[in-house]
């Protein structure tokens, strides 16, 4: 998980603990500030250790100082004996390969003789990110709260977009961006059997190289679905928690019963539990509220009934020695934007194509869902929950060759059935379901509280 604030203000460890109030439940390993005396600029990093050998941020070169969060899966083709995956931001950088960097993770690259700072999100700015620059102070930190505790206000600070890099003169403060990949909309595939193979890959890239344990939140729908059985499939260390409210008992049950005993726990969420995790978010989460307004209104992490579940969930795999959370996130706004063959599920207005894509993809490509609007806010309610708790979330149903794979697939074959690629892959391996979008409920965590 981990964050970080980097800034050229002049802090002292008073200013720069109050800034790191919330950033800083994100890495409970280790906390380290470096100064660097020769540009002025504070560099705060929080470490979860998850990777590799426990390693020190940031990362202090000849003329280059860096930083991230999250994690870079591909890290050993660059460097194949990496101690950990941060090593190789540098040498991307230098060899015009950031763009190469597969992973989920927000990093900020000081290059000091180019005089500019480089900030880079993954495909879908799945890990925070923010940016404050007024005049010629600046600072950047996985959390808005720190920028706001430093004194810059909402008027010269903005969340990093998806698939977005970012390049900020320190001589006057100008900044430009650029995409980092370009996705190829060629509906050409005939069938479902890369994206199948795919789905394993974007699960096992995110298991090896940690010996940490990894858990689902299992109910009854596609999402958790494919992710548990492709984590069987490859023998992961990993248990799953459920929440019984609006699942389907009897697929849960099936499910259940394909699981061992011990990788199977199921819950019934007490009102006082409840009352317990709803006040939790609210004093221990980075508040987040979104920029969009969909149905009249904006989305707020403290005001979710699936953050108390994501809450309660996280504290029980804590309590358990379990630090990451594979999370479905993603596959929503990618693989049905929350409809069916054009048509909304109820409840779940907030959509362009609904589940319709034409012959012509480039005409709707990218739709709301897909780089902003539930595809932001989702993401940051797994950060700003788990974070809490010091959890890394993992996302492999937006892996980004796996949806350029999805991009790819014949139209008509994608409108066959709902969320096409994942509904294949359970009944490819028998795993129970319901199929179709009429039992997609969300997660409604008070729905059946005792």
């Not at 992490?301 to 504290?315: L, P, R, W």
Request: proline share 3%; hydrophobic share 30%.
């Amino acid at each position: 998980m981990c964050s970080f604030i980097v800034t050229n203000l002049t802090v002292n460890k008073e200013d720069i603990a109050k800034a790191n109030k919330f950033s800083k439940n994100r890495g409970p390993d280790e906390t380290n500030v470096f100064y660097d005396e020769e540009s002025n600029v504070t560099w705060l990093h929080n470490l979860l250790h998850i990777t590799g050998e426990k390693t020190i941020q940031p990362f202090v070169g000849k003329d280059t100082v860096c930083t991230f969060n999250g994690q870079i899966y591909n890290y050993k083709t660059f460097i194949s004996d990496a101690k950990s995956d941060g090593y190789v931001i540098e040498p991307a950088y230098k060899n015009n390969e950031l763009n190469a960097l597969d992973g989920e993770f927000a990093i900020v690259i000081h290059d000091k003789i180019k005089e500019k700072i480089i900030v880079l999100s993954d495909t879908f700015a799945t890990k925070p990110c923010w940016i404050s620059i007024r005049e010629d102070k600046f600072a950047i930190s996985s959390y808005l709260s720190s920028n706001i505790s430093l004194g810059f206000d909402s008027n010269c600070t903005f969340k990093t977009k998806p698939n977005t890099i970012y390049e900020i003169s320190t001589k006057d403060f100008s900044m430009t961006e650029n995409k980092v990949y370009e996705f190829n909309l060629t509906q050409n595939k005939r069938n479902f059997d890369r994206w199948c193979e795919l789905f394993d890959i974007s699960i096992e890239k995110r298991i090896e190289n940690t010996a940490e344990k990894f858990f689902v939140g299992l109910s009854s729908g596609y999402d958790s679905g494919c992710i548990v059985n492709a984590l069987t499939k490859k023998n992961a260390k990993f248990t799953t928690y459920s929440v019984f409210a609006a699942e389907d008992e009897s697929v849960m049950k099936q499910r259940h019963n394909l699981l061992n005993e011990d990788l199977r726990n199921l819950y019934h969420m007490s009102k006082e539990e409840y009352s317990f995790h709803k006040s939790y978010i609210e004093n221990n989460s980075e508040y987040y509220e979104s920029d969009f307004v969909i149905n009249k209104r904006k989305y707020i992490v403290q005001n979710d009934k699936g953050s108390v579940g994501t809450s309660f969930i996280c504290s029980k795999a804590k309590s358990d020695g379990f630090k990451i959370y594979m999370s479905g996130h993603g596959s929503d706004e990618i693989y049905s934007d929350y409809g069916f063959l054009g048509y909304p599920i109820p409840g779940f207005e907030h959509c362009d194509i609904a589940g319709y894509y034409p012959t012509d993809l480039s005409r709707v490509f990218p739709w709301k869902n897909f780089s902003g609007y539930r595809m932001i806010d989702f993401a940051y309610k797994d950060e700003s929950v788990g974070g809490s708790y010091g959890i890394e979330v993992r996302y492999p149903l937006i892996d980004r060759a796996l949806v350029q794979e999805f991009l790819r697939i014949d139209n008509k074959i994608k409108n066959m059935t709902y969320k096409s690629p994942l509904h294949h892959y359970l009944k490819n391996h028998d795993y129970p379901f319901n199929e179709g979008p009429m039992y997609k409920v969300g997660f409604r965590a008070n729905a059946n509280l005792r």
